[in-house]
């Protein structure tokens, strides 16, 4: 039986192909290296920094003490996971959807959600500039994240326009009844807004998709786990699932069965005629579900003091780091010297991350092998700032809390 998408998978031939493999800078090759385009962005995905850092990064509830709780990473895996097997029902390239779904939240700010309320609020006040994850997991594939060459440099990851493009336009709370890629290829960096622009392949409309699918069960899974859902809400998201379909029981409330009804769904209805597409039954599904979570659990009186305490600590952070900021780059200098005694930890790593990025000492970027391009200037404030909105950015939950705790101890 012939695959749906098998004549728009994103392969060589394609219409679009050779736009798609371009690369962000120039990615030096490995004699006999048997890897795609597309895997070799993954596997470069894969080792990055930012990417390890999710394990310690929000999803939903924080710092909890229950290891079985998702964490940042996992979701990312989720979305993998759903994204590979919807692409492989479709014949799409499960290779590319694995390098978007594995890059696609590699900027995403400490605290989830809420952190990234915090860090907007802090950029629109201080740059008049919205901060939103999507074009700051672009920024950070591009310019931030860097792995060693074959010279021992450290290097940022040169990823293929169709990964990057992927990983800015994968924003899963607009709510379509139909997605379609694009046509026209466009510099990334002037789409100024999450969710508005579709993605410029398939496989990129699938992870879009996925990113729904995915958090929707799982949230309800560690709601039920940490107490969050009490029986009336239980009851109710009964009735939502009761309602996708007759082989379906109000008991069976857990990700999997969730996942597969809608991907199910999905790979039945979609078509390159018809575009990615769930059936209206689903939609109403999914729309229901996602009103429950919202109602049920993001909105949950317990989580107010978590919020009110990610709120605290980031701003802190902002406030402090912001103060090092001085008109010529030897008083920035001096205003981290002046904070080392006080605050080593935060001192040293935000040091480090403006000797990496910045123009603030070049000899010492030699010293350490950054080859990465200068991403800021020291004399100028809104660099300065812009600095330090990216430093909080890359945060783990535990060592923005850490530095936090060092800020609020006095030994």
């Not at 479709?90 to 995403?108: C, F, P, Q, R, Y």
């Not at 326009?161 to 899963?172: E, K, M, Q």
Request: proline share 3%.
């Amino acid at each position: 039986m012939k695959i749906p998408f098998s004549n728009e998978r994103m392969q060589a031939g394609h219409r679009k192909w050779r736009r798609c493999i371009a690369r962000e800078g120039h990615l030096y090759e490995r004699k006999g290296d048997p890897r795609s385009e597309f895997y070799r962005d993954y596997a470069r995905i894969l080792h990055s920094t930012a990417y390890r850092r999710l394990k310690h990064k929000t999803q939903v509830f924080f710092a909890t003490e229950n290891d079985h709780i998702c964490t940042r990473i996992e979701h990312v895996n989720h979305v993998a996971s759903v994204s590979y097997t919807i692409a492989d029902n479709l014949g799409l390239n499960t290779e590319l959807v694995s390098a978007i779904a594995t890059g696609h939240d590699l900027g995403h700010a400490p605290f989830g959600h809420q952190g990234e309320i915090i860090l907007n609020d802090l950029s629109r006040k201080a740059l008049g500039e919205d901060f939103w994850h999507e074009r700051n997991s672009l920024r950070f594939v591009d310019r931030i994240e860097t792995l060693p060459n074959p010279a021992g440099l450290q290097e940022n990851l040169h990823l293929t326009y169709a990964v990057r493009d992927g990983i800015i336009c994968h924003c899963g709370e607009i709510d379509q009844k139909t997605l379609r890629p694009r046509e026209k290829a466009v510099d990334l960096y002037d789409i100024e807004e999450a969710g508005r622009t579709s993605p410029f392949t398939w496989e990129g409309c699938v992870v879009k998709v996925s990113d729904k699918i995915a958090f929707l069960g799982r949230d309800i899974e560690d709601a039920i786990e940490l107490g969050i859902l009490d029986k009336a809400g239980i009851r109710r998201l009964g009735e939502i699932i009761a309602a996708l379909g007759p082989g379906l029981k109000p008991r069976e409330i857990n990700n999997t069965v969730l996942m597969n009804e809608f991907i199910q769904d999905l790979s039945r209805n979609s078509s390159p005629k018809e575009g990615i597409r769930l059936s209206p039954e689903y939609v109403n599904a999914l729309k229901a579900i996602k009103e429950f979570n919202y109602g049920y659990i993001y909105e949950h009186e317990r989580l107010s003091p978590f919020k009110e305490y990610a709120r605290l600590i980031l701003t802190a952070l902002f406030d402090l780091l912001r103060s090092m900021y001085g008109s010529r780059r030897e008083k920035a200098k001096a205003g981290i010297n002046k904070n080392r005694h006080c605050y080593p930890l935060l001192a040293e790593y935000f040091e480090d991350w403006l000797v990496k990025y910045s123009d603030l000492d070049l000899l010492e970027k030699r010293k350490r092998k950054y080859a990465s391009g200068r991403l800021y200037r020291i004399e100028d404030d809104r660099d300065f700032t812009r600095a330090v909105i990216e430093f909080i950015s890359g945060m783990t939950d535990k060592f923005a809390i850490r530095c936090f705790n060092e800020m609020t101890s006095f030994k």
